[in-house]
T-cell receptor, first 111, second 117 residues
Framework: NAGVMQNPRHLVRRRGQEARLRCSPM?????VYWYRQLPEEGLKFMVY????????ESGMPKERFSAEFPKEGPSILRIQQVVRGDSAAYFC?????????FGPGTRLTVT | AQTVTQSQPEMSVQEAETVTLSCTYD???????LFWYKQPPSRQMILVIRQEAYKQQNATENRFSVNFQKAAKSFSLKISDSQLGDTAMYFCAFMKDSGGSNYKLTFGKGTLLTVNP
């Protein structure tokens, strides 16, 4: 059973460009979470999605960030008009019940 | 809102010795879960151990065990017979028990553990 997949693993964007991060949950998991890890920090919750629904987006910045988990395909975290402060590692986790399994993360660098 | 505090930014231990990492949390919830995650240099988050708050018995997974003190809101991780591969950042995390529903994790800032040969 493949684990949580994230791609790309590394992404470099110039300021003002868009970043799209993808997450494929473990087989059979219908809950997806996105977390952000800034340098020297723990992971901070951003958004929780089920198929076609955003359940909790209380950790998501109000502007430029959006997330979706369509009926078919991976979950997407989209960051528009990236700024240097968006540079971080973005982790996706999926769950069936109360235990979350993490992907390897996407390291976003904004130049 | 929940908070998780790890007061030891860095720790080191000699190979084969025992080390304890501290974690305290603050919550008004009565039902919840606590976790320790390990993040080695590869940055992959790996679940080490979990504890359900309603269980009085401390969880154990091989060389890893916890000391869960619910009244004190303390959840420490003990690693016995430390191995070089245990070198990693360790994060304590809290999750509310939503009665069968899923919920987000709240993480501490982490403790960097170095195991020395």
């Amino acid at each position: 059973n493949a684990g949580v997949m994230q791609n790309p693993r590394h992404l470099v964007r110039r300021r003002g460009q868009e970043a799209r991060l993808r997450c494929s949950p473990m087989k059979g998991h219908s809950h997806v979470y996105w977390y952000r890890q800034l340098p020297e920090e723990g992971l901070k919750f951003m958004v929780y999605l089920q198929k076609e629904n955003i359940i909790d987006e209380s950790g998501m910045p109000k502007e430029r960030f959006s997330a979706e988990f369509p009926k078919e395909g991976p979950s997407i975290l989209r960051i528009q008009q990236v700024v240097r402060g968006d540079s971080a590692a973005y982790f996706c986790a999926s769950s069936l019940l109360d235990e979350q399994y993490f992907g390897p993360g996407t390291r976003l660098t904004v130049t | 809102a929940q908070t998780v505090t790890q007061s030891q930014p860095e720790m080191s231990v000699q190979e084969a010795e025992t080390v304890t990492l501290s974690c305290t949390y603050d919550t008004s919830e009565s039902n919840y879960y606590l976790f320790w995650y390990k993040q080695p240099p590869s940055r992959q988050m790996i679940l080490v151990i979990r504890q359900e708050a309603y269980k009085q018995q401390n969880a154990t997974e091989n060389r890893f065990s916890v000391n869960f003190q619910k009244a004190a809101k303390s959840f420490s991780l003990k690693i016995s017979d430390s191995q070089l591969g245990d070198t990693a950042m360790y994060f304590c995390a809290f999750m509310k028990d939503s009665g069968g529903s899923n919920y987000k994790l709240t993480f501490g800032k982490g403790t960097l553990l170095t195991v020395n040969p």
